[in-house]
C-alpha cells in the first residue's frame, strides 16, 4: 500500500510527482514494490488525486481515496485497508516519500514476516525504528478503528510481542522527505 494522500503543504506541491531516477515518487516507488513481487499494489490519494493520476501510469494497481487527509495518514491507511481488506494476508505500508527504500530492504521485511508470522514486521537502522512496516490480516480490524489524528503505533505499541524489528543498513527506511532542503540533499546523494 502507497500512501500519496498527503496535502505536501511543507513541500509546496505534490510530492508523488517530484522528478525522481528518471522517474517521480509514486513511479519509483510502484517499480520497487513490482520488484519485491508484492501484488496487489493499492495506491491511496487524496485531494491531489486527479492530478497525481493525469501523470501515472498505474495500470496493474488499485486506487483508494482518502476522504479526510487532514485525520493524518492513519485515514489513508484505513481507506487501503478497506480496498485490500479481502485480497491478502498482510499489507506493507510504503510512505510515497521514502521512493528511497531499497528493493532490498522491502524484500527483506517481507521474508521476516513470512518467516517469523509476526503481526508487526518494522525496519530498524542505526537502532531506530523505520518504514515501511508490515502488518498482517490479525491485526486490519485495529487499524480500521484507530481514531483519526492518531497514527498506527497506537497498533504497534498495544503488544510488543507481536512485533518483529527487523535491523537493516538501509537509511532510506528514517528518512521521510517532506521539505525542499530535504529533497535537493535526497538528490545530491543520487
Not at 34 to 40: I, N, S, T, Y
Not at 151 to 162: E, I, N, S, T
Request: proline share 8%.
Amino acid at each position: 500500500m502507497i500512501l500519496a494522500a498527503g496535502a505536501s503543504r511543507r513541500m509546496g506541491q505534490p510530492k508523488a510527482s517530484l522528478p525522481f531516477r528518471g522517474a517521480t515518487f509514486l513511479s519509483t516507488v510502484v517499480r520497487a514494490a513490482r520488484e519485491a513481487g508484492l501484488d496487489p499494489i493499492v495506491v491511496v490519494l487524496g485531494a491531489d488525486g486527479d492530478k497525481i493520476l493525469l501523470k501515472h501510469e498505474l495500470d496493474g494497481c488499485l486506487v483508494a481515496w482518502n476522504p479526510d487527509t487532514e485525520a493524518g495518514p492513519i485515514a489513508s491507511i484505513q481507506a487501503g485497508i478497506s480496498k485490500l481488506n479481502h485480497l491478502v494476508e498482510a499489507v506493507l505500508i510504503w510512505h510515497v516519500d521514502r521512493p528511497h527504500v531499497r528493493p532490498t530492504t522491502v524484500a527483506l521485511l517481507v521474508d521476516a514476516f513470512r518467516a517469523s508470522g509476526c503481526a508487526i514486521v518494522i525496519p530498524s537502522c542505526a537502532g531506530r525504528r523505520g518504514h515501511p512496516v508490515v502488518f498482517a490480516r490479525p491485526v486490519f480490524e485495529e487499524l480500521l478503528a484507530v481514531p483519526p489524528g492518531q497514527g498506527a503505533r497506537v497498533v504497534v505499541r498495544k503488544d510488543p510481542a507481536r512485533v518483529r524489528v527487523v535491523p537493516t543498513d538501509d537509511p532510506a527506511v528514517l528518512e521521510d522527505v517532506n521539505l525542499p532542503e530535504e529533497y535537493r540533499r535526497l538528490l545530491e546523494k543520487e
